[in-house]
């Protein structure tokens, strides 16, 4: 016993001492070779141990010396201990040069252990995901170009660092199989399932867009370990089938399969395959930032399948808040509503899909904090929404304008409608959609006050300026009222317009007082209550009366706006009104 | 070889799918729809240019036949194959990839041919780990691309038998939610295999016994343990994943029925939140029909019985919850009552809530309509004695209150009286002067009190200094 701890401390010591050679002879030593087969897990322990992040270019060679004493022991060893015991190293690995020095000697135990492998190499890939997964994902708030300094952040680095460590590990195990007649079908799927997760966390969160990174180093990653999904997996898109299942299995309740779960596939883990990590491949797939294989993607999928399926990776991916998740998943939005044809036909709306990706793109469109992506998102909604032929279009208007909550988005809604109308005057037949009650049914969601006289204007005022613009635009467009608007003038003049002229003049008063007040330091004496308004933790401070003021002559323009616009439409109206009575006439 | 060559194949006639046999197959199967099919195919465009192969993939094609995963002349097609058949299908753009075509390998437009070898199908199995334990069987394709989900109300019919024997064991039609088939006798393989059926499906499943009666069995129907069932289900109708936006007016009725059923049997079994959630449910769905004049009359007033009975509804249950939602009941019988102004049960319920809010007077005038229409209504009665002794017990306590309330002001005023008294400056304090306690002494107190200003104004009431401070006495 007092021999085997000799040579576990023997090694040590000499590595601390500096002195490589001996330290190299003493494993040669035939007496010892026996301790070292007894001591194998100790001996790995420690020799690991010894790798610091700057070993590499600080001690070349004692990062040497021990990468060949991990050789001399995995050679002398029990390959089942060693394996046992790289494991552990991996995962209790302190730092990437200890991961990074684990894998080529557990490369060489896997080969050895050929015909009775069994579940270690699942073992140790599931190592490999647990330590990746650990690794945090920096958020800098960088828009534009300012996200190319990402690529220096020192997680980011890591990252692409610890990705480019694994091609040389799993290639082994990949071309065996290719080379072999027969194989193991579950080894396939167990190490494509953990590539697909490679796409998950964290690398779907870094930029890897061709066009503002393309020399972005996580791309030459992804784009490797894409390639190699191809190379198990011929048909890349028999995922959607699984991408399916997920989004099926997230609206379940969980606990269902326990009893099961002995028997299920490698692409059924959830670690490994699930909606993130394939929204992950399916960005990589589809939205042509990568290049893949010649015959990845079979030719005979129907376009609906494939677009519709992947349209749930968007849908996931705009869950998120981080601009990484989100440019992709608008990218990929984007090259799905392109690769529809025109004129879509309402019917596929049957399909809840679209609903929710519109609903996806909207709450990205009003709420997330990054500008671009914003606008971005806007603009898709508008994109997707008149992929549709008319009634589809109007579907999805109407969801938009009742669900969205927004009086932008709903005043963006209403936009999309007033061209859809315009584009449908040129047609030589009105399509029905835009007129009798379903064009009647779409002007009441439009002019619409959900309080009456008493709405805030100040928050409606979008909605109220662009459905306004929209009614001047068909009284004067459509003077054969083909739409019917000239039989909905009753219901705008008399309550409508009523009820904003009511409101308008209740929130001017309202706002023209609040203005006298802070001129004259009223409210300075009023409010001497000390309230602070606290959202998610930071103190909100209170608003400088010159913001105040600023607001409240935003809100008194806008009213003047909309007074301007009232004005004009009913001018409008009155013109086809006179006209309408001199056909009578006639 | 010219593009026309070929059998049409398509159900319109419109030559659209073309089929010819290179060799001919065995024995008369094809395969169903949903069969998971394995096919070697070779693509090739008009002009002989190869675009895609399976043998290039040196791995066979699978897909699962008739549910719209591949393009319609291949759902067709592979449809009408024999196993070890090899035909060209020549597949015109409307059964392929249409105008626009599949950059950048299908152009615009384009007839597509494929030779196609059908190697073999399988019976289509849903059980979770592929081993065959639930093997579906379509005997009717179904409408429609939308399954039920998880939770969905399902209305089905079945017929179980004994794969051993053939006997019957199970003849019914019955309404349950989806994952809630247990307390319907209704085994795991079939809820697994509704999740995904379509509207109107009718299939034949084959189920071992870990996904239906297990090692128990089942005696109650007649099951013995280790059994393999099969079962015809139907899928008459369920609860639709599609939103509402995309649904017709009929389609949303059905809806509503559906939520209106869940939420009275939520209702039943005392699970009053989802019972509230279901019944707002039907709210959406037909709210927007009854002024849509699109629609037509039968299903507007459908709309309005829906819309009617969901807002009584919302009224009882809000009543029911504890603590009871008085307002919430309130604004639900009156928008019932908009509907239908002398609806009984909307002005029972109004009265209710009204009495839970302490307008015993308001309610009282409900509940006088709802006897003035039910003569013969007790428990409007009673509700109309409770309000009154209500009425009479507030008059009581605002009596008490008003009385109590004027002593209590008098007192308050005499205090504060007192206390104002006491705080006024006595200039000739108790303790000074002949009466006070020094006998004509100043406190050090009273000395060292600061003068006020009336005092500092007029020296010669007290005998101050030239300062205005005190003199000592």
């Given amino acids: 016993m007092s021999q085997s701890v000799d040579v576990v401390d023997l090694i040590s010591t000499l590595l601390d001492n500096e002195k490589y050679k001996e330290a190299l002879t003493a494993s040669n030593e035939k007496r010892l070779t026996a301790t070292i087969k007894d001591n194998s897990s100790d001996l790995i322990s420690a020799i690991v141990g010894k790798i610091e992040d700057d070993t590499v270019t600080i001690k070349p060679s004692l990062y040497g010396t021990c990468e060949q004493l991990l050789s001399k022991v995995i050679e002398e060893c029990a390959p089942e201990e060693a394996l046992l015991e790289f494991i552990e190293q991996l995962e209790l690995a302190k730092n990437d040069a200890q991961f990074g020095i684990i894998l080529p000697p557990l490369q060489q135990i896997l080969k050895k252990l050929t015909f009775k492998r069994g579940r270690s190499l699942e073992w140790c890939l599931n190592s490999i995901c647990s330590h990746i997964e650990d690794i945090p994902v920096p958020e800098h708030h960088l828009e534009g170009e300012e996200r190319l300094l990402m690529d220096s952040d020192p997680n980011i680095r890591r990252i692409v660092r610890v990705y480019s460590l694994l091609p040389p590990f799993y290639r082994y195990f990949i071309e065996e199989i290719n080379q072999a007649d027969f194989y193991n079908v579950k080894t396939k799927e167990i190490i494509a399932a953990f590539l697909i997760s490679l796409l998950g966390k964290p690398l779907i969160y870094i930029d890897m867009d061709p066009e503002t990174n393309g020399n972005s180093e996580a791309r030459l990653n992804c784009s490797i370990i894409v390639q190699d999904i191809c190379r198990l997996e011929k048909n890349i898109l028999k995922f959607l089938v699984y991408l399916e299942g997920c989004d099926r299995d997230s609206n379940k309740k969980p606990a269902k399969d326990d009893d099961l779960e002995e028997e299920k596939l490698p692409y059924k883990y959830e670690d490994k395959v699930n909606m993130t990590t394939l929204s992950g491949l399916f960005y990589v797939v589809l939205s042509g930032h990568f290049q893949l294989p010649d015959t990845a993607i079979p030719q005979v999928y129907s376009l609906e399948y494939v677009l519709q399926t992947a349209m749930l990776s968007v849908i996931h991916l705009l869950n998120f808040s981080e601009y990484g998740m989100l440019s992709k998943a608008l990218a990929l939005a984007e090259v799905i509503v392109n690769r529809f044809p025109d004129k879509l036909s309402h019917e596929l709306l049957s399909s809840s899909v679209h609903f929710r990706m519109c609903k996806g793109l909207f709450t990205i469109g009003i709420y997330s904090s990054y500008e671009s992506i914003r606008k971005k998102s806007v603009a898709l909604i508008g994109q997707q929404i008149n992929k549709f032929d008319y009634k589809g279009r109007c579907i999805l208007i109407t969801y938009l304008i009742k669900t969205s909550n927004h009086s932008g988005m709903i005043g963006y809604a209403i936009t999309l409608y007033k061209s859809s109308l315009n584009e449908a005057f040129q047609d030589p037949h009105m399509d029905d959609c835009f007129t009798g009650p379903q064009f009647s049914n779409m002007l009441k969601k439009i002019c619409h006050l959900p309080h009456g006289a008493e709405s805030d204007l100040v928050e409606l005022a979008d909605q109220i300026i662009t459905s306004l613009n929209f009614l001047r635009y068909l009284a004067i467009k459509d003077t054969n009222n083909v739409t019917g608007i000239w039989n909905c003038f009753s219901f705008i003049e008399n309550q409508y317009l009523e009820q904003l002229r009511v409101g308008l003049n209740m929130s001017k008063a309202h706002y023209e007082v609040k203005l006298k007040d802070i001129e004259e330091g009223k409210n300075l004496l009023e409010n001497n209550v000390n309230v602070s308004v606290n959202v998610g933790g930071n103190v909100l401070d209170k608003i400088p009366e010159e913001n105040a003021k600023q607001i409240i002559y935003s809100a008194l323009n806008a009213f003047h706006l909309i007074e301007g616009l009232i004005g004009r439409l009913c001018e409008c109206i009155n013109i086809n009104k006179m006209q309408a009575l001199q056909m009578n006439c006639e | ?473």
């Fill in chain 2, 1 to 473: 070889m010219t593009v026309d060559e070929g059998v049409d194949i398509t159900k319109t006639g419109d030559r659209g799918v073309l089929k010819r046999i290179i060799k001919e197959g065995t024995g008369t199967d094809t395969p169903n729809p949903g069969c998971q099919v394995t096919v070697h195919y070779t693509g090739t465009l008009l002009d002989g240019t190869k675009f895609d192969s399976s043998r290039d993939r040196n791995e066979p094609f699978e897909f699962n036949l008739g549910k719209g995963s591949v393009i319609k002349a291949w759902d067709i097609g592979v449809a009408t194959m024999k196993k070890g058949e090899v035909c060209v299908l020549t597949c015109a753009p409307m059964y392929a990839y249409g105008a626009a075509g599949s950059p950048p390998k299908i152009p615009p437009n384009s007839t597509l041919q494929f030779e196609i070898e059908m190697i073999d199908w399988k019976v289509e199995d849903l059980s979770p780990g592929k081993n065959k334990g639930i093997l579906r069987h379509i005997i009717e394709q179904g409408t429609g691309n939308d399954a039920p989900n998880d939770g969905a109300m399902v209305t089905v019919e079945l017929e179980g038998r004994l794969q051993a024997d053939g006997k019957v064991f199970d003849t019914r039609t019955v309404t349950f939610p989806l994952g809630e088939g247990s307390e319907h006798k209704v085994c795991e393989g079939i809820e697994r295999a509704l999740e995904k059926f379509s509207q109107g499906e009718k299939s034949r499943l084959t189920i071992q016994p870990k996904y239906a009666f297990k090692s128990e069995g089942n005696a109650e129907l007649g099951v013995p343990p280790n059994s393999v069932v099969e079962y015809v289900v139907k899928l008459n109708s369920f609860e639709k994943t599609k939103e509402v936006w995309s649904m017709d007016g009929p389609e949303k009725v059905e809806q509503a029925k559906m939520f209106k059923e869940k939420g009275t049997n939520y209702f039943k079994g005392s699970k009053f939140q989802l019972a509230i959630k279901m019944y707002k449910r039907v709210v959406t769905l037909v709210e927007d029909m009854l002024e849509d004049t699109s629609e037509t009359e039968e299903s507007r007033n459908q709309a309005k019985e829906l819309l009617l009975s969901a807002h009584l509804n919302l009224s009882l249950v809000y009543l029911k919850v504890t603590p009871a939602h008085h307002f919430e009941a309130k604004e639900h019988a009156l928008k019932a009552l908009k509907l239908d102004e002398n609806n009984v049960k909307g002005l029972f319920r109004k009265g209710q809530a009204l009495l839970g809010l302490g307008e015993a007077e308001l309610a009282i005038k409900d509940f006088e309509k709802v006897v003035q229409a039910e003569p013969q209504n007790k428990a409007a009665a009673n509700q109309i004695i409770v309000c009154k002794t209500t009425i009479a017990k507030q008059k009581q306590k605002e009596k008490q209150l008003y009385a109590n309330m004027f002593e209590k002001f008098a007192k308050y005023d005499t205090e504060v009286e007192k206390q104002r008294a006491k705080d006024e400056i006595d200039v000739i304090g108790e303790k000074v002067g002949e009466w006070g306690a020094g006998e004509g002494e100043w406190t050090d107190q009273q000395r060292l009190r600061k003068p006020t200003e009336f005092e500092k104004e007029n020296p010669n009431i007290l005998l101050l200094d030239k300062d205005g401070q005190f003199e000592n006495m």
